[in-house]
């Protein structure tokens, strides 16, 4: 199926852990990103990638660093996680960007205990 | 920036009814204005999308009309069906800008 995919669908944690959510897409496109819903649905870009170069990086803590290993695949790492980083992360991809639909994954959904 | 406003935010239609949510946004150079629709658990799918090059959009049930000069954009659906009931998303982009600015989000629920 050509999709965008993550992984994993859901991630529960402990405070203070490190862990890292993968995100891969079979479109072809040039441009990866990573959204974070929180609980009131508010969709919020964190980073996007295109060719490997990351372009925008929102008031985003460092904590939080998004890694490209291709075109196909942005991973996002988090670390020293906290109770705020509990919401729904949402990866996507576009070919091109600015007026270009974008189309998204799943969806993981992350829990901080 | 842009800032993409989005109303109502709630939004209870009986079947077959008709459903209105509307946005505005902020930047007068934003060109691109597609809606997407968030099923339960889901992520957002694209379901129309508006250049501002025209002013209305049609696909069967749901339509998008577009006024530039009042900067603002508006979905209609029309003989909802309960399948229709999800979180709708306008979002607003110009060629440069590197990624879509989402609005609130409306939660659309059609009553049977």
């Known amino acids: 199926d050509t999709a965008v995919s993550q992984t994993p669908k859901y991630l529960v944690t402990q405070m203070g852990n490190d862990k890292s959510i993968k995100c891969e897409q079979n479109?072809?496109?040039?441009?990866m990103y990573w959204y974070k819903q929180d609980s009131k649905k508010f969709l919020k870009i964190m980073f996007s990638y295109n060719n490997k170069e990351l372009i925008i990086n929102e008031t985003v803590p460092n904590r939080f660093s998004p890694k490209s290993p291709d075109k196909a695949h942005l991973n996002l790492h988090i670390n020293s996680l906290e109770l705020g980083d509990s919401a729904v992360y949402f990866c996507?991809?576009?070919?091109?960007?600015?007026?270009?639909?974008?189309?998204f994954g799943p969806g993981t959904r992350l829990l901080v205990l | 920036g842009e800032n993409v406003e989005q109303h109502p935010s709630t939004l209870s239609v009986q079947e077959g009814d008709s459903a209105v949510i509307k946005c505005t946004y902020s930047?007068?150079?934003?060109?691109?204005f597609p809606w997407y629709k968030q099923e339960l658990g889901k992520g957002p799918q694209l379901i129309i999308d508006i250049r501002s090059n025209v002013g209305e959009k049609k696909d069967q049930r749901i339509a998008v009309t577009l006024n530039k000069t009042a900067k603002h954009f508006s979905l209609h659906i029309t003989e909802t069906q309960p399948e229709d009931s999800a979180v709708y998303f306008c979002?607003?982009?110009?060629?440069?800008?590197?990624?879509?600015?989402f609005g609130s989000g409306t939660r659309l629920q059609v009553q049977p």
């Open positions: 996507a991809s576009s070919q091109g960007s600015g007026r270009a639909t974008e189309y």
């Open positions: 930047d007068s150079a934003s060109n691109y």
């Open positions: 479109l072809g496109h040039d441009t």
């Open positions: 979002a607003a982009s110009k060629q440069g800008r590197r990624a879509l600015t």
